[in-house]
């Protein structure tokens, strides 16, 4: 099993900057990609950003040019810079990871804009 562990969430004005980390444990040999989504209240769950074992990335065309996803693979970690944020960018985000068991989730932070 793979537990994951999100941090940096908070309140932010608009066009500031927040990094969220999330720390992997456990089975991290069965992690084949990780990434970030977020759920605004009324509104489905979407992917934001992805980053394979290989490193390649996406990004969902609202966040791209603003939003930075990392790794640490020594660290077990995985990052998600926002910069420029907006007010519709205020949801929980949450960490996943598409594992060999399929795809398991953080616990969720909070990031709220202000405007």
């Known amino acids: 099993q793979v537990q994951l562990v999100e941090s940096g969430g908070g309140l932010v004005q608009a066009g500031g900057s927040l990094r969220l980390s999330c720390v992997a444990s456990?089975?991290?040999?069965?992690?084949?990609?990780m990434g970030w989504y977020r759920q605004a209240p009324g509104k489905q769950r979407e992917l934001v950003a992805g980053?394979?074992?290989?490193?390649?990335?996406n990004y969902a065309d609202s966040v791209k040019g603003r939003f930075t996803i990392s790794r640490d693979t020594a660290k077990n970690m995985v990052y998600l810079q926002m910069n420029s944020l907006k007010p519709e960018d205020t949801a929980v985000y949450y960490c996943a990871s598409l594992t060999t068991s399929g795809r398991v989730w953080g616990q969720g932070t909070q990031v709220t804009v202000s405007s």
């Open positions: 456990g089975n991290i040999f069965s992690i084949n990609a």
């Open positions: 980053i394979t074992t290989s490193g390649s990335t």
